[in-house]
């Protein structure tokens, strides 16, 4: 079944209750229909723009019309894997790939698209494997396989968008940085 994000504005929530979806199996076995998933996916988009994430914790309110912010992808990736995220602008033609490799159906990465304006939407990514990301677009609600000349190139073709702008991802270690 595909599983779709419910409206214009939530596909950064949709993206998110995916990613809960794949780290918690027990939340996947109750949310498991498109009802139950437009459900989450709404009540999500209101919380991550609001005074305080799902942790109780304060964050600074969103409008609701413009999406989702990054940084509450950021936060709620980190309370949902227990692993700090961080928010990264890339460009095209840069190595987009590399901040997406620690990806993986248990530390899934979002990232941002548009076109050459403006970010749009969201996509979750939940795996890399040979230059090519296993890709949940909330759309369509399809799992899509992006290779690396599209990431780099802007060809991403994710309803209707083709430039990655931020992505958000494990942040390395700073051991690993140096």
Do not use: K, N
């Not at 949709?14 to 109750?30: D, E, F, I, K, N």
């Not at 309110?61 to 995220?85: D, M, N, Q």
């Not at 548009?114 to 799992?143: F, N």
């Amino acid at each position: 079944m595909r599983l779709q994000q419910p409206d214009r504005r939530s596909c950064g929530a949709a993206s998110l209750v995916m990613a809960r979806r794949l780290v918690h199996p027990p939340y996947a076995g109750l949310v498991r229909d498109q009802a139950t998933f437009a459900h989450e996916a709404r009540t999500l988009h209101r919380r991550i723009t609001s005074l305080t994430d799902t942790a109780g914790g304060w964050q600074v309110p969103w409008p609701r019309a413009f999406g989702t912010p990054p940084w509450a992808v950021a936060r709620e990736l980190r309370l949902l894997t227990g692993v700090r995220y961080a928010v990264r602008v890339v460009r095209l033609g840069r190595r987009v790939l590399a901040h997406l490799e620690s990806a993986s159906a248990d530390r899934p990465a979002a990232v941002f698209v548009g076109d050459r304006v403006l970010p749009r939407h969201v996509v979750l990514v939940t795996g890399v494997a040979g230059g090519r990301t296993r890709t949940y677009e909330p759309a369509s609600g399809l799992v899509v396989d992006l290779g690396r000349d599209q990431w780099e190139q802007g060809d991403l073709g994710l309803a209707g968008w083709d430039r990655p702008w931020f992505v958000v991802s494990p942040a390395r270690s700073r051991a690993r940085q140096s």
